[in-house]
């Protein structure tokens, strides 16, 4: 199992930036799609960093049905990120069979696992590590 996203595996965080993705990350372009604003939209793409980014997410006026589609939306942009034939494709198939878990100490339990002594004892739903395994199955 691999339980967090750092390291040698901090290609699988949604702030590792990546050529397909122009040198941003997936999460400049997931925070940016809470909106249906382009400006808003180019605002929170345009960020310096992952981090700054996630706060401008924060901001954007929220499309109306962005709970339902969210997870949809995330999928689609680690297909990008994850395009076949790439070099991270490629990181992402060597992962072979291992379970992917997004361990934090930032108490993410709907996209990870938070692992930090108030969260420990609660089950992460692990959105985003079920996800990437998702798109190493259609990889293969």
């Known amino acids: 199992m691999i339980d967090k996203f750092d390291g040698?595996?901090?290609?699988?965080?949604?702030?590792?930036?990546?050529?397909?993705?122009?040198?941003?990350?997936?999460?400049?372009?997931?925070?940016?799609?809470?909106t249906l604003d382009t400006g808003e939209k180019m605002s929170v793409i345009m960020c310096t960093t992952?981090?700054?980014?996630?706060r401008a997410g924060?901001?954007?006026?929220?499309?109306?049905d962005w709970e339902e589609v969210k997870v949809r939306i995330m999928h689609n942009w680690l297909?990008?990120?994850?395009?076949?034939g790439t070099e991270i494709a490629n990181k992402l198939l060597a992962t072979g069979g291992q379970r992917l878990v997004?361990?934090?100490y930032w108490h993410?339990?709907?996209?990870?696992?938070?692992?930090?002594?108030?969260?420990?004892?609660i089950p992460g739903e692990n959105k985003l590590?079920?996800?990437?395994?998702?798109?190493?199955?259609e990889l293969k």
């Open 102 to 104: 997004e361990g934090n």
């Open 79 to 84: 297909r990008v990120k994850f395009e076949p």
């Open 50 to 54: 992952p981090g700054q980014a996630k």
């Open 58 to 64: 924060r901001r954007v006026t929220m499309r109306e």
């Open 8 to 34: 040698k595996y901090r290609f699988l965080s949604n702030f590792a930036s990546v050529p397909s993705l122009g040198g941003k990350t997936v999460e400049h372009y997931y925070q940016a799609s809470k």
């Open 108 to 121: 993410d339990n709907a996209w990870g696992n938070c692992v930090c002594e108030r969260c420990r004892h």
């Open 129 to 137: 590590g079920k996800l990437l395994m998702m798109v190493r199955r």
